[in-house]
C-alpha cells in the first residue's frame, strides 16, 4: 500500500482555490463606467475677444472646482458677479479727464421657482422659472445712491429646461423653438398692445447648424447667467447646442402686411481640436434704406 504524500496534495489543493477565485464569470467582473463623450470633451470659455475694426473688446471667464462660471468681466467697465442663483452686472463709469471712476450701476437678477418667490433655484442644476432684478447708481463725486424700479420675468420652459416662452410685462414677451438636438430655430417677440395686424413683433431666424458644439455649450446654467440677451450671436451663444450658419432679422411692416427682412449674419468657423469654434467671423448685412455691410470676429481660448 502506497503512502500518500500530505504535502503534495496540500500544495494541488491551493492551486485549484486560486485557479478557481480567478476563473469569474466575465458579468462577475466590475467595468469600468461608460464615460460621457460631452463630459470628457468639454471646454470652458476663458477668454473671448471681439474686434471689427473701429471697437475692440475682450471678456474673461473664470470657474470653480466644478468648473460653474462664477465671474466674467470686460476689462475694468463691466462685471458680472455669479452665485446659484443671483447675477450681479456691475458698470463703471470712469471721468474722460481724469479716468477716475465716477459713477458706478448694478443690476441685480434673482432666480427663484414661479408662485415660489422666496424659494431660491440653483440654475447650475436646474432651470429657473421666475426671475426679479432691481438696479442702484452710485455717484461717487456726490456721494449719493439711488435705487432704480425693477421689474419681474416668468419663464415657461420645455422639458429640456430652455425655456420656450418669457413673459416681462401683461403685453410684451417672446416665444421661443428649438430643433430636435436643443438649438434655438426661431424666436418670436410679441407684443399685443395697441391695434395691430400682427401681434408678431420681430423674429430672429437660425438657419442651418453644424455638428460642433458652440462656445458656452458646457457651461452650466449659462442661458440665466447670460439673460437678457442682446444680440444675434448672444442667442445663438446661451441657446444653442452647436452653431449656426446664418440668421435673419425680420420685422413685420404694417404698412406692407408681411415681414421684411432688416439683418442677415453669416457665420465662418475654425474649430480646434476637440471640435469648439475657436475663431468666428460674423458677416453681417443691414437692409433699409440703404444696404450696408459690417465684418466682425471673435476668438475664443478654453481650458
Known amino acids: 500500500m502506497k503512502k500518500t504524500n500530505k504535502s503534495v496534495i496540500l500544495v494541488i489543493g491551493v492551486y485549484i482555490v486560486l485557479f478557481l ?15 460621457n463623450p460631452d463630459i470628457v470633451n468639454a471646454m470652458y470659455p476663458v477668454v473671448q475677444s471681439y474686434s471689427d475694426g473701429p471697437q475692440a473688446y475682450t471678456y474673461k471667464y473664470e470657474y470653480d472646482k ?32 481724469t479716468q477716475e471712476l465716477v459713477h458706478m450701476s448694478t443690476t441685480s437678477y434673482v432666480y427663484t421657482l414661479a408662485g415660489i418667490p422666496n424659494t431660491s433655484v440653483n440654475f447650475y442644476e436646474a432651470s ?8 442702484t447708481d452710485k455717484d ?28 416681462d410685462s401683461p403685453d410684451h414677451g417672446s ?8 438649438n434655438l430655430v426661431k424666436i418670436e417677440f410679441v407684443r399685443t398692445s395697441g391695434t395691430r395686424a ?17 462656445p458656452f455649450s458646457s457651461v452650466k446654467g ?51 481640436d476637440k471640435g469648439y469654434p475657436t475663431d468666428i467671423s460674423i458677416n453681417t448685412t443691414y437692409y433699409g434704406g ?14
Open 128 to 135: 429657473p422659472t421666475f426671475m426679479s432684478y432691481s438696479s
Open 66 to 97: 466644478d468648473n460653474h462660471l462664477f465671474k466674467y468681466s470686460r476689462g475694468n467697465v463691466v462685471t458680472w458677479n455669479i452665485s446659484s442663483n443671483q447675477v450681479d452686472v456691475t458698470v463703471n463709469e470712469y471721468s474722460s479727464s
Open 21 to 35: 477565485t480567478n476563473c469569474k464569470k466575465v458579468s462577475d467582473i466590475k467595468q469600468p463606467p461608460l464615460l
Open 222 to 272: 449659462y442661458w440665466p447667467i447670460s439673460f437678457p440677451q442682446a444680440y444675434n450671436w448672444h442667442y445663438a451663444l446661451a441657446f444653442c447646442k452647436n452653431n449656426p450658419k446664418q440668421s435673419v432679422t425680420e420685422v413685420f411692416d404694417e404698412s406692407k402686411n408681411a415681414f421684411v427682412t432688416i439683418e442677415v449674419n453669416d457665420y465662418t468657423y475654425t474649430y480646434n
Open 140 to 167: 461717487l463725486i456726490l456721494g449719493t445712491v439711488k435705487s432704480r424700479p425693477g421689474g419681474t420675468v416668468q419663464f415657461f420652459n420645455n422639458k429640456d429646461g430652455l425655456p420656450v416662452k418669457v413673459a
Open 175 to 182: 416665444t421661443y423653438t428649438y430643433d430636435d438636438k436643443k
Open 290 to 303: 440703404v444696404t450696408s455691410h459690417n465684418l466682425g470676429f471673435y476668438h475664443y481660448t478654453y481650458k
Open 198 to 214: 400682427n401681434p408678431i413683433d420681430t423674429r430672429i431666424t437660425f438657419l442651418s447648424f453644424d455638428d460642433k458644439p458652440s
